[in-house]
């Protein structure tokens, strides 16, 4: 499983600052620090805690050539001090402040010590992993990785639900089994000719033990009591059907079961369980009562959902959630645009950490080695078959050229999932809001 | 524009008014008050206010109420020929789904400055998509859109059980002009609320935290 990146982490996580430094001899690095915290204003302003303030000059970029120096020649040892961001005082004010004060004033060794202030450009905004501190390091400035991210989930937090869901506590399900319950709930209701496969799981932990509380598939296409099937016009189908709205509406009505005993009367919802597997865990009442809309529960999805469907987890306050295949021209998680490697990834949005928005829960794309094991021998059928009647493309979604803006009717979805066919006129599943 | 002229205002207003109606329904159920009406040829198709409390479910917005009593008696395709009026901006969810429903156009009172989908927060009604983009117009007795939701958040306040200071229970009735939306970001960018808060309706938020902080 991949931790997506958030919106601010791929906006921001390039920002970069101009910044004043200066080498000085160990000795006296204190000293001109105070001179500098004492008469610098507006550094509070700035957070650098990610930069070494002072380094030695091996750790320096390499980029930066400084000569190789030996004790033997005689010269104290030295360090290269960042002073502050350049924008807070002019490299003349900077330079006239640091010549009233040892070593640079005219003291007795002062000639020893020309002042040479450079101006580099360093890394605005912590880094959010060891790697990238790492990579800073070699490329700006001495950088630290301090296990914190302002952009998004604290990464222990992220460790902790990672190894809560692939490494499952006995009796709890694992990962690739909610993967595959989610998948089978799409199945099923495509079976009945209700959807286009695609399929939700919500989970609910309380002390470390996890319950399944509610399955459901896609059934954007059940016909309507108003809808005869020749209904032939270009449709979305039933919108507000998808797998994801429908498993949420289900936890509502559980929660009125299990609170009041009564049900809920909008009967006009397709949130009631419409194969065998849905109902199997529909009528279990088996949440804890008490209970807040979504709150924190754990969300497993055969796709990246829709906007429409990642908001309204956004709204039903969820903490977890991980989906299979990226949809890249309607899903609402990702927030990451282009990959230098294949190109456009996904619209953006990176709804599942908005700051703007009130609520921001953690999200990964599932990525099993079996998963791609699967898709290896089925390409390998593919070939051997020499023609593409199964298997979605839409995990290779930059293969798509295609601009189909609509789904069109039952069958031409469920017939097909496929990208060839987009190429006979009809839509692509890429292309499809899940 | 959002917020641009109306052609035809006085018709608009009259489905508006419809719509003013269901959010005090709204009200009087304990509802967070917004309310909304479908129209199709000069006709009200669906009705809707918002229903997150009794349904326990906090998808349960008014488009969505309405909505599904529409999809009971026509097929999804009519919506193509159908606008929406609502008291207040669609979130971003609603906007989604009006998107992929192909709705016609959306004409609301007040922006939604915390979920907007048309402008208060993003625009997933312009954005680059797969669905043709709709057209909205806001502003349509936005003052008592605003009203509706701060009598609400007066009417929580006083339910609450420990008393509150007595300026949180009166109700304010100044209400502050329009000042620009955000813009369209293409892409789901941000749309800069550093730089371009939107105030509009500022003043409900505010009361809703107060609210919120003192339970
Ligand atoms: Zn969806």
């Not at chain 1, 399900?173 to 919500?202: F, N, Q």
């Not at chain 1, 295949?325 to 990834?345: F, I, K, Q």
């Not at chain 2, 938020?205 to 902080?213: E, G, L, N, P, S």
Request: negative net charge; hydrophobic residues 35%; aromatic residues 6%.
């Amino acid at each position: 499983m991949v931790h997506l990146k958030t919106k601010e982490e791929c906006r921001l996580g390039n920002e970069t600052i101009r910044v004043y430094t200066v080498e000085l001899p160990s000795k006296h690095a204190e000293g001109i620090l105070k001179v500098i915290k004492e008469n610098i204003e507006g550094q509070d302003v700035i957070d650098l805690q990610h930069l070494r303030r002072f380094a030695k000059p091996k750790y320096l970029p390499p980029h930066w050539s400084l000569p190789v120096r030996k004790r033997t020649e005689g010269r104290p040892p030295t360090l290269y001090l960042l002073v502050c961001p350049a924008n807070l005082i002019s490299l003349k004010d900077v330079h006239d402040l640091l010549l009233q004060h040892p070593p640079f004033c005219s003291s007795a060794d002062s000639w020893a010590y020309p002042l040479e202030i450079k101006e580099i450009t360093v890394p605005m905004l912590a880094p959010t992993s060891p790697e990238q501190a790492a990579e800073w390091s070699e490329l700006y400035w001495p950088t630290f990785y301090r296990k914190t991210n302002p952009f998004g989930a604290h990464p222990s937090s992220i460790s902790k639900a990672e190894s809560e869901l692939q490494e499952p506590a006995t009796d709890n399900i694992a990962l690739p089994d909610m993967m595959k319950l989610a998948e089978e709930a799409g199945t099923a209701t495509e079976k009945l000719g209700y959807g286009i496969r695609t399929g939700c799981v919500i989970v609910e932990r309380v002390d470390d033990k996890t319950e399944i509380i509610a399955v459901a598939g896609d059934a954007r296409l059940k016909p309507l009591p108003s809808e005869t099937r020749e209904d032939a016009s270009c449709t979305s189908g039933n919108v507000m059907s998808h797998a994801v709205m429908r498993a949420v509406g289900m936890i509502g009505r559980k929660r009125l079961r299990v609170a009041s005993s009564t049900q809920a009367r909008d009967a006009f919802f397709l949130d009631l369980p419409l194969t065998p597997l849905e109902q199997q865990y529909f009528e279990r009442d088996n949440l804890k009562p008490d209970g807040y809309l979504c709150l924190k529960l754990e969300i497993f999805l055969t796709h990246e959902p829709c906007m429409m469907c990642s908001m309204a987890l956004v709204h039903s306050r969820v903490g977890r959630v991980i989906f299979e295949h990226r949809m890249s021209r309607t899903g609402g998680l990702t927030a990451e645009m282009v990959r230098n490697d294949t190109g456009p990834v996904g619209l953006g949005y990176g709804l599942c950490w908005r700051k703007e928005l009130n609520w921001q829960f953690m999200c990964w794309e599932y990525t099993a080695a079996e998963y791609a094991l699967r898709e290896k021998e089925k390409e390998k059928a593919r070939v051997l078959n020499g023609n593409d009647t199964e298997g979605p493309d839409e995990d290779h979604p930059e293969q798509n050229t295609t601009t189909a803006t609509t789904i069109c009717t039952s069958n031409a979805i469920t017939g097909s999932h496929d990208d060839v066919n987009a190429n006979l006129g009809m839509p692509s599943f890429t292309s499809i809001h899940v | 524009m959002v917020f641009g002229p109306i052609p035809n205002r006085e018709y608009h207003e009259g489905f508006m008014r419809k719509a003013i109606e269901m959010a005090e329904l709204a009200l009087s159920s304990d509802e967070t008050p917004v309310g909304c009406v479908f129209v199709h040829d000069g006709e009200v198709i669906g009705r809707g206010i918002n229903g997150t409390n009794a349904s326990l479910n906090g998808t349960r917005h008014a488009e969505f109420v309405a909505l599904a009593e529409i999809m009971a008696k026509h097929p999804p395709s009519i919506l193509k020929d159908t606008d929406l009026y609502v008291t207040v901006e669609p979130c971003i969810m609603c906007a989604s789904a009006l998107r992929q429903f192909g709705i016609r156009a959306v004409y609301f009172g007040c922006l939604n400055d915390r979920f907007g989908g048309c402008g208060g927060v993003m625009t997933v009604h312009s954005d680059p998509g797969v669905d043709p983009p709709y057209p909205v117009y806001g502003g349509l007795f936005r003052e008592e859109a605003i009203m509706l939701l701060r009598k609400f958040y007066v009417q929580e306040n006083n339910k609450a059980p420990d008393p509150k200071p007595k300026k949180n229970r009166e109700l304010k009735t100044e209400i502050l002009p329009i000042t620009t939306p955000n813009v369209a970001t293409p892409g789901g960018g941000t749309p800069s609320l550093e730089l371009n808060k939107p105030i509009l309706e500022k003043a409900a938020v505010a009361a809703k935290a107060q609210i919120t902080q003192m339970k």
